[in-house]
């Protein structure tokens, strides 16, 4: 199924936030869209999985478009065999952080500023194949829809007249407003 809303709807989002992860950190192994865990999914670390933990209506504005604000969650997830792994997590976690910080992933009015930025231990697998994770969150207003485009018969130019010298035979006496 295939909806369009904001610049192409959350995938727009989703997808510029994918791009800016991996070239602001080109070490990463996968970005990805986050899943449950449980169908045995193989994860290649260092990895983000990028979650939209839930959207409540936002702010309306006036030029026709669906605010959402979204709860977005990144799961930054490392082996267990990454050296000083807890350590190492945290500054995974930090640097998405930074990261997300003021960022509109390219999209411009369509996304606003990220807002409650934090970042908290997430699941762990602390076998010899397993994993460490922490969670980067961040709350993102998304403007869904195009915005209206005002009608043709609108004026573009607008010039003013003072009374009684308007019309025709006045043309030179209006300004440009």
């Known amino acids: 199924m295939k909806t369009q809303n904001v610049v192409d709807g959350l995938t727009a989002c989703h997808d510029a ?15 990805d869209a986050y ?23 936002g702010r309306r504005i006036t030029d026709g478009r669906t605010p959402v604000e979204v709860e977005f969650a990144a799961h ?5 065999n990454t050296p000083r792994v807890a350590l190492e997590i945290r500054n995974f976690a930090a640097l998405v952080l930074q990261i997300v910080d003021g960022n509109r992933w390219g999209l411009g009015e369509s996304v606003e500023r990220p807002e409650a930025l934090s970042a908290y231990p997430g699941m762990f697998k602390p076998d010899d194949k ?8 961040w709350k993102q207003t998304i403007h869904l829809g195009r915005p209206e485009v005002p009608p043709d018969y609108l004026p573009i130019e607008v010039f003013m007249g003072e009374y009684p010298a308007v019309g025709a035979d006045h043309a030179d006496d ?3 407003g």
């Open 17 to 31: 936030m994918v791009a800016e992860f991996k070239r602001q950190m080109p070490w990463l192994a996968t970005v």
């Open 35 to 57: 899943q449950p865990l449980g169908g045995g999914l193989a994860v290649t670390s260092p990895a983000i999985l990028i979650e939209a933990v839930e959207m409540h209506p």
């Open 76 to 80: 930054c997830v490392l082996s267990v």
């Open 130 to 137: 397993g994993f460490e994770s922490w969670v980067a969150s």
């Open 174 to 176: 209006y300004t440009q």
